[in-house]
Structure formats: structure tokens, C-alpha cells
């Protein structure tokens, strides 16, 4: 049987879950030089001074362009458009028409006939193909992220986060900035050059992200680099990057609700058996035989605030009907020291070896999936990407548990590791499941996230 398409290879695999379970694809790569010092105090960088993250390699572009380009975009968005335009930049959230989250992005609104849709690459790809088959008259333009694009990329994309963020940004724009909003834009000069500038906090800090042409990429980065030096900056690598998701609270690649459903099958038809959506891997110790269990709604990673009923969209029946809940709750769960140490303990035994939890990053799936249970053994939620946090001394990770059991301090207790032995995939050696007693925490986990750029965030 042919596998060219996502449809095909899920087919002769024997479904989805079989084809994710047995992806040989590990998780999302960050091509970026892996420490520039260490990564804890990169870590600390983003909590205590100032830290530059170069985002201009790890993340898909999607453009397009077009007089019908903001119609596209509302019409498979929930988000409210009212408003949106140039110069805007908004969280971009997409459902499945049984309400059911397919991803987001980030929208940025460049022209008043032309966005910028950056991030993983799953949205970008639904859009891309609704433009297709739609009646919408506009372009698409792909800039794949670099792990799969041989050529340079369009755009540099720099982060600058931290406590002193926000003064050594002023210093590089050479005077005071006007009050801006989470995910406002503006423009910044640097070394002459205007350049946008959207406020954005990630990484458990507030701050700010510069873009511009590629080729003007290494001298910013050097200017941005020199003019920190007085506030501690430090550049932040790969293996520390990838943290910044449990700190900040975003859960950034949840497995998207594509996988089913007779209305989505035209598009699995359509997409290639070689995207990220073909390739990707599922691991962890939560096993469900249906691909429904692991999806989530708005509501469940607090998006639900973001979901407006102003306009017609794909997925809004479904979404107005899951709007009147219940849900469940996006928490972070802080892991107990003694239950990790025996995880590592056990490493040194003949027999009875735990699954290796790597720092700071134990993720060993694209779609990591391991289950929270109660003090019954009752599965009440799932656990997603979990990392060591050096500043609080902490492995902690973020979770989406039934709404009686997200309340901060309450014991739960995560299954680390697969089943029957581990899956036979690579980054998987052999290994036992193993209980470690974990506590619910409020999100951000970062309470200078918390105070800063996400106020309303918690459990």
C-alpha cells in the first residue's frame, strides 16, 4: 500500500496510534548550540538577569498574503479578529470540528493583506491546505524551520527575557517605550536599523522578541549581546531552551485532534505521510486504544478564555456546546525529590532500571503522555513535559487533571515510563514504570511569570 499520505501510512500501520506509537522521530529538536555556558545558569539568566533566546531556527513560518488572508485565518480561528490587523500579533488558536484543539501559533498581522502565522508546524500546515481547497484568494509562502530546510532561513528571531529585559531593551531603542500589552507590536531601533518588536513573555520572565531579514540576524544578535553585558546577559542553548515551556505554563505541542473524524479524512488524504503530523512520536505510560483520549479542548490548556463566539468559524457548534463544561484544569506538578532520586538510584542497579530522566529535559516523545493518578490508582489526569527547573531546585512538569483534583497542594502521583518494558524506539532503552509522588502547583510556575506577564494564570 502506498504511504504518500498521512491517511495511507496511518492505514497501514493499523491506525494512528499505532503509527505514532511506533514513530522512530524523538522529541522536538532545538537546532541551537546546545550550552553556551551551562544550562542551569542559562536557566537562572531568564529568573535573575537578563537572557537572549534565538528562535530563528526551530520554528515553521507560514505566509500569507492575499486579499481574503485575514478571512482565511478567521474562518479556521477561534480567537476573536475584531481589530486584528498590521502591526498586530495575537495567540492563534485552531479546533477540529468536534471541538477538539488542533494547535496554535502566533499570528502576526504584517500588512492589511498579509499575516505571519510562526511556530510548530501543525496549524501552519492545516491552514495551508484550507487555502488550497477553500475559495480564497491568497498565497502561501512555507519557511520550514531548519531541521528540515536546507536553505537560510527568511528571518532572525531573537527573545530577550528577564528581569532586566526591559532596561537593556530601552537602552538598545535609545529612549523610553510607550506602555505596551502582552502581544502588542512596535518597532525598535537597533544599530540604526527599525526593526518589529512584540511585547512577549516566555520562559517565566516578561520582555520581548525583535525579527527582522536574515542577513541582518548576526550583527543584531551581536549589538543585543555587547549592550547586555552590563546586565548579566546570557545567551541561552538548546538544552535549557526547551524548559521555558514549564516554566512559562504553555503546553506547546499538544497532539492534534486530526488523527479522527470523517471531516477531517480529505485533509489527512491531503497531508503528506512525511510531515510532522506522519512522523511524529507518542510515548509515555498512558495507553488508551482511542486517539480521542488524547486530545484536549480550549478549555483544558486555558485557552477557553481566548475561544470568542463574534464570528462563524470551522469548529464553533462543537466548541459552543463544550463551552458549558465541565473541564479540566492545565496545572504544573511539582515532582518529590526522593522518588526522582530513586529513578537515578535505580540506574545503578543490575536489574529494576527506572526510565532515564535527562536534565533538564526528560522528553523522549514528540507527544509526551504519562498518567497522574490519585491515591486509588484512578487515572485523574495526564502529565505532559517535564524538566528540571535549577533555580527552584525542582523537576516539575505540567499537567491536565479533572477539575477536583487541581487544586494547588493536592497529592497526586505520575507513572514514569512505558509499559511491557519500554517501546522499540531508539531514545527508549528497557526499563520499569516507576510511581513518583508529585504536588499540584500553580502556573506560571515562575511566580515572576505569575506577577509579570501572566497574572491570571493558576490552577
Known sequence: MSTDSLQNKMDAAGGALAML?????????????AEFSNWRDEQRAWRETVALLDLSLHMTDLYIEGPDAYRLISDFGANSFSGFGAGRAKQYIACAPNGYLIGDMIAFGLTDRKVNIVGRPTVASWLEYNAAVGKYDVSVQWDERSVTNSKPRKTFRYQIQGPHAWRLIEKLNGKVF??????????????GREYPFLKHGMGG????????????????????????????IQQVGGRAYGSTVVDSGWIPCPLPALYSGS???????????ASYEGIASLGGSFVSESIEDYYFTPWDLDYGRLVQFDHDFFGRDALEQRAKGPHRKKVSIVWNADDVTSIYRSQMQPVGNGKYMESPLAHYASYPYDQVLNSKGDRVGVSTYVSFLAPDHAWVSLAVVDAEWAQPGTELAVLWGEPNGGSHRPMVERHVQMPVRVRVAVWPFSELARKEYRPAGGA
Open 178 to 191: 510607550g506602555k505596551l500589552r502582552l502581544f502588542q507590536t512596535t518597532s525598535i531601533k537597533i544599530a
Open 205 to 232: 520572565a516578561p520582555g520581548g522578541e525583535v525579527s527582522g531579514p536574515h542577513e541582518h540576524g548576526a550583527e543584531v544578535k551581536a549589538v543585543i549581546l555587547e549592550a547586555g553585558q552590563e546586565f548579566g
Open 263 to 273: 471531516q477531517m479524512q480529505s485533509y489527512r488524504q491531503w497531508l503528506s505521510a
Open 21 to 33: 506509537r511506533a514513530s522512530q522521530l524523538g522529541p522536538y529538536v532545538f537546532p541551537v548550540r
